[in-house]
């Protein structure tokens, strides 16, 4: 199990508390691997993209009208977190849903 997401993101914490065998990997230090990104991005569309952040308000409406994954190679911290990844499944937020598909 691999959990996506910032060291500093509160709900990341909260998984992580949560997920305790979970490997974590911070998407601002090392990125997500494409295959995952486009995976995660074939299944959760533009939810994937956090357009409520500080790192989406600062940027251009040339920087927004970008492809999805090339914005988020570029800005990691603008995915909606976490991002886990479980034997192939993905499951993005930190929601009920989640919580208890995972829980």
Not at 37 to 43: F, P, Q
Request: net charge neutral.
């Amino acid at each position: 199990m691999r959990l996506y997401g910032l060291k500093t993101c509160d709900t990341c914490r909260k998984a992580l508390k949560v997920l305790e065998n979970a490997q974590f990997v911070d998407v601002r230090a090392e990125g997500v691997p494409e295959d995952v990104l486009k995976k995660a991005y074939e299944e959760f569309g533009g939810a994937l993209v956090n357009t409520r952040s500080t790192t989406w308000r600062g940027l251009s409406e040339e920087e927004r009208g970008q492809e999805p994954i090339s914005l988020l190679q570029a800005h990691p911290t603008l995915m909606k977190r976490p991002l886990v990844e479980v034997d192939g499944a993905l499951y993005l937020g930190w929601g009920k849903d989640v919580q208890a598909a995972l829980g």
